[in-house]
């Protein structure tokens, strides 16, 4: 089974409208960290978001939020107010804190175009 | 600037042929990461490890080979290039810990006629 999978390949928005881009994930490991990544067409891996599985608060970075749903094994990232430069390709990414192997397991992403 | 640098940046190799990626942070985070990235496949770790002289096998580890000789540098090898490893290659870094951040290098775009 997959541990994190996105549903969405792609998406079209309009600009200005707000974005849920879903995530939805996999483990048996009651501590674990769920990431999001952004990576434009120039290809580099930029962190926007953090969310630990023992934080209490749903974790916010500017136009960034994490909708953390724990009992649904849900970690939707959402985008308020889209704009033209938010069109790329979106990563949610795992890391699972109670042993095995280490590092991050990715999704295969959401590509994201906003629209004017 | 501080970050993580691969190098090279672009490389064209030939079935057999080998080579050495090379990663490089200055921001003396023990543990550093190998990915590849192919279209519809997201991320995939090849191998890691999380501290100087430390190695580990990730999800995708066969026909690569890695040294950490020192903490900043975290090394991945080709033995014998095969066109199943065409890809783009990501170094990432991390301190550790609950909340640290990866840094992701800009990455290596290999192809292997």
């Known amino acids: 089974a997959q541990k994190i999978t996105q549903t969405q390949p792609g998406m079209f928005v309009q600009e200005k409208e707000a974005v849920t881009l879903d995530c939805t994930y996999d483990t048996s490991d009651p501590s674990y960290g769920l990431f999001w990544y952004k990576q434009p067409s120039s290809g580099e891996m930029i962190f926007l978001i953090y969310?630990?599985?023992?934080?209490?608060q749903n974790a916010t970075e500017g136009r960034y939020s994490l909708n953390f749903q724990k009992a649904r094994k849900s970690a939707n990232l959402v985008i308020s107010a889209s704009q033209l430069g938010d069109s790329a390709m979106y990563f949610c990414a795992m890391r699972e804190f109670g042993g095995g192997a280490d590092g991050l397991t990715f999704g295969k992403g959401t590509h994201l175009i906003i629209q004017p | 600037n501080a970050g993580v640098t691969q190098t090279p940046k672009f490389r064209v190799l030939k079935t057999g042929q080998s080579m050495t990626l090379l990663c490089a942070q200055d921001m003396n985070h023990e543990y550093m990461y190998w990915y590849r990235q192919d279209p519809g496949m997201g991320l995939r770790l090849i191998h890691y490890?999380?501290?100087?002289?430390?190695?580990a096998k990730g999800e995708v580890p066969d026909g690569y080979n890695v040294s950490r000789l020192k903490k900043q540098n975290f090394l991945l090898g080709l033995e014998s290039a095969a066109p199943s490893q065409t890809s783009v290659y990501f170094c990432a870094s991390t301190a550790g810990g609950r909340v640290g951040g990866y840094t992701f290098g800009s990455g290596t775009r290999l192809t292997v006629v």
């Open positions: 969310q630990g599985s023992y934080d209490q």
């Open positions: 490890s999380v501290g100087e002289g430390t190695t």
